[in-house]
């Protein structure tokens, strides 16, 4: 049974094809000192089998979206998805974007995939992630970028933090949904997103955004973000249809597609 035990070179690099058999002594000893709870239901009827869990899950917390998800794949993808979530993991807590125990239930895995989804297929519907993981499941289907995209990931992210060096906590930004179009529209003027149908209105991108390159330009980009930060205050006294259209955009239905595109051009507009 430990000789029949392979691991993937997409779970570990450096033992990847590796037999249990074949694998340092430290490493098989590493392996074999894990501990696991279990207990063994033996010679019982599906019946009852089934009951017992329900009964367990009855005082158990559910399982979210993308903990069922990670369950049950193993692609490139999730593994990059794992890995860059967990890179960030004070990021997410200083910037306030998540809490702790948001982290616990792998809420930065999901924020994460999100991210990396609209980086590579443009921007998506939140609830279209089991999607893209089942493709990308697909041998093949996600390995021709995998390492392109986590540099550019970082490259995004540290354009975010140079443009507020301050960092975003306390800032409407650091909202999940609104980190999310602060992301994407960093990521449209680094790189350029794919821009969606053109045959489906409120679908389409604006063309490339603008340089973000110069100390100015990256002034002006924070100038024009500061002023979408003043409309959430009760002192602005006058908005524009667009304004309306954006802060409405804020409250419903924030991870639509159409919606997460808008308010991504707004952002665009703003700083161009």
Same mark, same amino acid.
């Given at each position: ?34 501990e696991?709870?279990?207990?063994l239901?033996?010679?019982?009827p ?25 369950a ?30 948001? #982290? /616990?239930?792998?809420?930065? &895995? !999901? *924020?994460? +995939? =999100?991210?990396? @989804?609209?980086?590579?297929e ?13 493709e ?14 986590e ?52 679908? #389409? /991108?604006?063309?490339?955004? &603008? !340089? *973000?390159? +110069? =100390?100015?330009? @990256? ?6 973000l ?14 524009s ?32």
């Open positions: 049974m430990k000789d029949g035990f392979e691991i993937t070179r997409r779970q570990n690099p450096e033992f990847g094809g590796m037999r249990f058999s074949q694998l340092p002594t430290e490493t098989q000893a590493a392996i074999l000192s894990f696991l709870a279990v207990d239901l033996i010679n019982m599906d019946d009852e089998v089934l009951d017992i869990f329900s009964r367990l899950n009855s005082y158990a917390v559910v399982l979210n979206e993308q903990e069922k998800i990670n049950t794949h193993f692609s490139s993808f999730k593994i990059l998805a794992d890995k860059i979530g967990r890179k960030y993991l004070e990021y997410w807590r200083d910037q306030g974007i998540l809490t702790s125990s948001g #982290i /616990l239930r792998m809420q930065e &895995v !999901s *924020l994460v +995939s =999100d991210l990396l @989804i609209a980086m590579r443009g921007i998506k519907p939140k609830k279209q992630i089991r999607r893209y993981y089942d990308y499941e697909k041998e093949g289907n996600y390995e021709d970028d995998i390492g392109d995209v540099v550019k990931f970082d490259a995004v992210i540290a354009k975010i933090v140079q443009i507020y060096p301050e960092g975003l906590r306390e800032k409407e930004f650091s909202r999940p949904y609104a980190f999310y179009s602060l992301f994407t529209a960093v990521a449209h003027c680094l790189y350029g997103l794919k821009a969606g149908d053109p045959k489906v209105a409120n679908y #389409i /991108l604006l063309a490339r955004g &603008v !340089s *973000l390159e +110069s =100390d100015s330009e @990256i002034q002006r980009a924070r100038n024009a500061d002023a979408v930060q003043e409309l959430y205050s009760e002192e602005m006294v006058s908005f249809k667009e304004d309306i259209e954006f802060l409405r955009d804020s409250r419903r239905a924030t991870t639509d597609e159409p919606v997460r595109k808008r308010r991504t051009n707004y952002l665009l507009k703003k700083m161009a």
